[in-house]
T-cell receptor, first 112, second 113 residues
């Protein structure tokens, strides 16, 4: 059974600081996704990582994938208040008909 | 471009009442369709997925059911709701042969009293 674990689960940051969210998964996969969820809203796709070594960047967020270590990271640079949200990673298993298994989510709060 | 619509957005239902949530996708053919539930506390649980019309797979035993009467329509139902059915229900679609990325609807928030 595929398990996906994120840490930390809660992250309180000051504006301007850097931090990294980690996503570990238990079985072989080369498809990993990051999503953002604002309170009371649906999930919005941030990054799609489809191969070992993939790196994607959008604004102050950068995601990477190491399939050998079964690890993805979401790095936040110079955080701003607008980044406050819950961030999920999700992994697609091998023959899973596209089913994604989600991590628990990381609640990020950015303070002035 | 592809869009996904889900309704109703919010509903409050008594225990034992029926449920029907509907989801439709536009702008793509033969998508995979999914129902996820997000209970309080954030995690997303896959309830059902479908790879084609009338092809439904259930991930967890429960008193919910799903149907796909048309290629781009996915319905979540219950004959008798339980308190534990409360949550945020999300419909999603993907095309596995592409990136496999899931695109979510706006969600339906169900409160069972």
């Amino acid at each position: 059974e595929l398990k996906v674990e994120q840490n930390p689960l809660f992250l309180s940051m000051q504006e301007g600081k850097n931090y990294t969210i980690y996503c570990n998964y238990s079985t072989t996969s080369d498809r990993l996704y990051w999503y953002r969820q604002d309170p009371g809203k649906s999930l919005e796709s941030l990054f799609v990582l489809l191969s070992n070594g993939a790196v994607k960047q959008e604004g102050r967020l950068m995601a990477s994938l190491d399939t050998k270590a079964r690890l993805s990271t979401l790095h936040i640079t110079a955080a701003v208040h607008d980044l406050s949200a819950t961030y999920f990673c999700a992994v697609q298993g091998g023959t899973s008909y596209g089913k994604l298994t989600f991590g628990q989510g990381t609640i990020l709060t950015v303070h002035p | 471009s592809q869009t996904i619509h889900q309704w109703p957005a919010t509903l409050v239902q008594p225990v034992g009442s029926p449920l029907s949530l509907e989801c439709t996708v536009e702008g793509t053919s033969n998508p995979n369709l999914y129902w996820y539930r997000q209970a309080a506390g954030r995690g997303l649980q896959l309830l059902f997925y479908s790879i084609g019309i009338d092809q439904i797979s259930s991930e967890v035993p429960q008193n919910l059911s799903a149907s796909r009467p048309q290629d781009r329509q996915f319905i979540l139902s219950s004959k008798k709701l339980l308190l534990s059915d409360s949550g945020f229900y999300l419909c999603a679609w993907s095309v596995v042969a592409r990136t496999g990325e899931l695109f979510f609807g706006e969600g339906s928030r169900l409160t069972v009293l």
